[in-house]
RNA sequence: GCCGACUUAGCUCAGCGGUAGAGCGCCCGCCUUGUAAGCGGAUGGUCAUCGGUUCGAUUCCGAUAGUCGGCUCCA
């Protein structure tokens, strides 16, 4: 696969979507669009900023954005001061043309110091840009010029794949958005420079539904919902990264728990539970000291001068319950699963509320099993990822398939098992009619792996469920099994959380339904709201009724509002906190024997408990 | 970790070189309520922390911490 294009960074390009779009956004107008205003930007900033160097300016999914090199640091301030220059280049109705040239002559447009774009500044980084260029392919720039009415001439030339719109004039809809570093060729090693991002659309209403858009969506961030819902709260005497469950919170997380639970008993799974600390030992058979010790918890050393470390991860301890015993061909398949809190030192930039924690519990299982087994078992897996996503209501999500990188010599163990359990991730997913796309270089270093992707309420993916196919860690810890032939065979593992991890999926979960959670899911489903006190006690008769009856696996979870509060502040409260069910409790129901049913929608009249009981979603 | 921004009462936020304000909440009264905020009162802040500039800093500058948007990385 060759580079994407030439001003297209893009990592998600190397991705091979399976279902074809029927209009790609890359052929769209749109984005030729996007793609001339981060030119426009470029022309402003080296109008306005003689020593900034450019480097890469792509369009993305609700933008662009331009690398560049600032000899000052950039202040978000100034942003309007380039978005102002932009408007006023924009006006002059600047042709914007493609030019194809040969690579001696790109270099010497390149490094051309007259040319408004070029010389010596773009150098350090177009002729890298131009050198990445495959031999054969077309080598383009695009040029726009004009002289306003000052006599001032105006001109910018960029190396680009294009393509673009014809002219600056039709960029009107722009918005700069926000600075931030991004290292050169997205390297840490290489030097940071800033990036500005900006948006634009072909109609200012586009644009501003796309800004009004922006504002709801934060009113959908699990962290304020997370608040206002009483989920979980983050405390700085606590530490970053580290969540405290409140009631409400703790709550779902049961209910999430149940319901996995459940679905692994049915599936032949077994529990096992292990501590949150071991031998550091343990993590240096396994090798996760070589490839994660930058991402551990800083180790601990007891009296003994024996280290532990906090745990960033469970497999080494569910190996060793496995590796305790003689294990025969007819005990295999072995699957131990625990809801398993792991701690990983994430960078203090990248922790990001529930969705990035430091502390984390994942819904984890892992399954010895021998090769001719490995299919049906992925088989069983995926149909248990499906039965999750079906019961969580997420259906926008994207499976991966992460395979090895052909360029990259990072992965461990031989190339048929590789092969062989690619294949079978394939098949598994044919079989269980999953869609995905494969993604070369997403695998892990010891085996490929699937992952299902969902966005959050800010367009970010994350990674949540995964399962992942190792012949790594068997190798490594010598497990075994008698075989039908009474010899040692060597079991292949798989590890899998089809959650990801309780704390990232409540904060999607959060974000997809806006607070208002599936009635199975929700941490109160019904509120009972006396309209007066002398209702009081019959409602919590009422309350004590209704947590006598199993919904699911749990008892109903009921609240009474007793608060010295009017009717009206009492729907208010519990709407806001999304109740699914308000019973409301009155002289009237009192003498005909009904509760006044209110859903999340609005009222539903007065009804026998009965009734109500038997409306509940099932 | 890196680049940029933010941090004022429990929450959401005004304010500003002369040591602070609103709404909601909490608490106390009154009201006893029929489908999205009843009324009144009271309480509540070393303006994140530490330094600097200044006659004087919550306000200006710097450092630190936390948070937010990115980069890198990841469940």
């Known amino acids: 696969m060759t580079i994407a294009s030439l001003c297209t960074g893009r990592k998600s390009s190397m991705a091979i979507e399976s279902p074809a779009a029927p209009q790609r956004y890359e052929d769209s107008y749109l984005y030729r669009l996007r793609h001339s205003a981060a030119h426009l930007m470029a022309q402003a900033v080296t109008e306005l900023y003689p020593g900034a160097r450019l480097s890469i300016g792509p369009p993305i999914e609700n933008g662009f954005y331009y690398d560049i090199d600032f000899p000052e640091p950039l202040r978000e301030d100034d942003l309007a001061k380039i978005e102002a220059k ?59 010029q004009r002289t306003d009415r000052a006599g001032t001439f105006h ?47 072909e109609t200012k209403e586009e644009l501003e539904q796309y800004l009004h858009n922006l504002e709801e969506a934060k009113k959908r961030d699990h962290r304020i919902l997370g608040k206002e819902l009483g989920l979980y709260m ?86 060793e319950i496995y590796a305790s015993q003689m294990r025969s061909y007819r005990d295999l398949p072995v699957r131990y699963a625990e809801f398993g809190t792991v701690h990983r030192y994430e960078q203090s930039g990248e922790v990001t509320g529930i969705l990035r924690a430091r502390g984390f519990t994942q819904d984890d299982a892992h399954l010895f099993v021998r090769p001719d087994q490995l299919l049906d078992e992925f088989i069983g897996v995926v149909d248990l990822m499906k039965t999750v996503l079906n019961k969580l209501g997420l259906t926008d999500f994207r499976a991966r398939l992460g395979t090895k990188d052909p360029n990259d010599n990072k992965y461990v163990g ?31 270093f010891y085996g490929p792996k699937l992952d299902l992707i969902i966005k959050d309420a800010l367009g ?102 007793d608060r010295r509060e009017t009717l009206g502040k009492k729907i208010r409260d519990n709407q806001l906190q999304r109740v699914p069910y308000m019973l409301i409790l009155g002289d009237k129901d009192l003498e005909n024997g009904t509760v006044g049913v209110r859903s999340r929608e609005g009222d539903l009249g007065a009804m026998t408990l009965e009734a109500f009981l038997n409306q509940l979603p099932s």
């Not at 390149?110 to 077309?138: C, F, H, N, R, W």
């Not at 190339?415 to 892990?444: H, V």
């Not at 196919?469 to 032939?485: A, I, K, W």
């Open 86 to 144: 932009m408007k006023e280049l924009a006006k002059l109705d600047q042709r914007i043309e493609r030019l194809e040239v040969s690579r001696d002559e790109a270099k010497g447009l390149i490094l051309d110091s007259t040319i408004p774009g070029m010389g010596e500044a773009v150098s350090e980084y177009k002729l890298q840009l131009l050198d990445a260029i495959p031999e054969g392919d077309t080598i383009s720039f695009y040029n726009q």
């Open 155 to 201: 001109r910018f030339l960029d190396l680009c794949r294009g393509p673009h719109i014809d002219s600056t004039k039709e960029i009107k809809n722009f918005k700069l958005m926000s600075i931030a570093g991004a290292y050169w060729r997205g390297n840490v090693n290489n030097k940071q420079l800033t990036r500005i991002y900006g948006t634009a659309f």
């Open 234 to 319: 983050f405390s700085p005497r606590v530490g970053t990264g580290l969540p405290l469950w409140l009631p409400k919170g703790a709550t779902l997380r049961d209910v999430m728990v149940d319901f996995m639970k459940k679905e692994q008993i049915k599936r032949g799974y077994d529990p096992v539970v292990t501590p949150h600390i071991g031998n550091i030992k343990l993590y240096e058979k396994s090798g996760h000291i070589l490839t994660y010790r930058d991402k551990m918890f800083p180790f601990m050393e007891d009296e003994e001068k024996e280290t532990y470390i906090l745990k960033p991860m469970n497999c080494p301890f569910h190996i």
């Open 414 to 444: 031989h190339e048929d098992n590789w092969t062989a359990a690619t294949q079978a991730i394939r098949d598994a997913c044919a079989k269980m009619d999953l869609p995905y796309f494969e993604s070369p270089g997403d695998a892990a």
């Open 460 to 561: 970010r993916d994350w990674q949540m469920g995964t399962v992942q196919v190792d012949y790594n860690l068997p190798e490594r810890f010598e497990l075994e099994y008698t075989g039908e032939d009474s010899k040692p065979h060597r079991p292949i593992m798989i590890h899998r959380a089809p959650f990801g991890s309780l704390e990232r999926m409540i904060g999607l979960l959060t974000e997809q339904y806006a607070g208002a959670f599936p009635f199975w899911l929700s941490p109160v489903q019904i509120a009972i709201l006396p309209i007066a006190d002398r209702h009081n006690e019959k409602a919590q008769e009422l309350a004590l009724q209704l947590r006598e009856v199993i919904y699911d696996t749990r008892a109903l979870r009921v609240t009474v509002d």
